[in-house]
């Protein structure tokens, strides 16, 4: 079994899924507004968000990537999850990905986990290019991706086909000479 790394954060810890993440991952997967924009349906059943879950430990097993849960470092409550699939260890590039908990939304915590999800991915899984494909009607995510230092290289027209509709995604990147010398800079 390959050990699932942990990450600390001023307010945070980012952290491997356990079984009683499972009602807030449930209510995350089922809250319309967090999926607007994530190309899933809203999920159904708690099998579902099993199988989601397993996904997250999956990425880890099979060297394909990371999801952590995101929890708060004072209670160890899940308020949300972030990381990286799509590894393609070839080209050194993985694609980000993240939702929070809508109470929790406004108060800089996706923010905190990315800058240190984004330093674990550039030393630990040694990539060299991060991606993050965002619906350009997904104004948070967008200027969340812009906090990281991500930036927008175009849009890819008719991307994705969902719910009856081809939509456009937003590419952004960051590159890890960027994530370096913005961390110098601050
Ligand atoms: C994308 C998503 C995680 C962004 O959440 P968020 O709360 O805007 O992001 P953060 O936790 O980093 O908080 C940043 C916001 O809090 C504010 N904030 C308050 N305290 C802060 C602090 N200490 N540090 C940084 N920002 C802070 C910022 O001003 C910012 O708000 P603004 O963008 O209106 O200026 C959230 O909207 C979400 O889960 N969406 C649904 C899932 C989704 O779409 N995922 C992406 C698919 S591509």
Redesign the pocket.
Known sequence: MVEFPILFTERLKLRKPQKDDEQIQKE?LQDK???????MEPFKTIDDVRNEMKWFIDLVEKGEGIRWIIALKETNECI?DIGFHRLDKRHFKCEI??????S???????????KSALNYAFDKLNVNRIE????PR????I??LE?LGFKKEGILRDYEFERGEFVNLQISSILKREWEKMKNDN
């Open positions: 995350i507004e967090i999926m607007r924009y994530i190309g949300g990905g993240y939702k929070l908990k809508r929790f939304w406004g108060k800089g915590y996706m923010t905190e986990a990315g993050g494909l965002v619906d997904n104004l948070p995510s200027r969340l906090r």
